[in-house]
């Protein structure tokens, strides 16, 4: 059902794309998240690389596209019992798909909203366990350095279906992780 959705914003965007006057935006990105969270009784603490890029158009200012990001790697996520005070650390591999809007400001800064359709969190542990939800990130850049832009994003994500080995449920209540994403990107336009 996601994948439908984003397959119809794409196709959206190349119709309107045909009679407009538009530019096409390639934005490879790399960056560092720190991010904290909690489910239940557990609080969440983690960093990590990431890398991504958006690819849509830019027409007078305005920005439309899609945005794919993944962690570089595998990251420690270390849980923490809010009553016990137990402490566990765990593997993980970390991605997400959205779409964004956005604007160039005519005072080297540009904006945009994020709203990340599929969001996914793999657990390497034994069992393995894959989660999946949604999110929005909100984000500012500083384009006043030549071809680069220097990002700030706030990124939240909620994790609502878990899938540990073949048996997959919902998540009552949800894993809930907030970011700061820090990053450098590369915004071409042809």
Known sequence: MRISKILLLVSTLFALSSTAQADLLLEPYLGYTIGSGDRGNFDYDYKTP??????????????????????????????????TGAETSSKNKKNQLGVFVGYNLPVLLRVWGTYYVNTSLESEGTPSSDYSGSGYALGAGFTGLPFVSLNLEYRNFSYDEVEIGSTKSTLDPELEFSEIFLSVSLPLTF
Do not use: T
């Open 50 to 83: 990431q890398i991504g890029g958006r690819v849509g158009y830019q027409m007078l200012g305005l920005m439309l596209g899609v945005d794919y990001s993944m962690g570089l790697g595998s990251f420690d996520v270390d849980a923490e019992h809010k009553v």
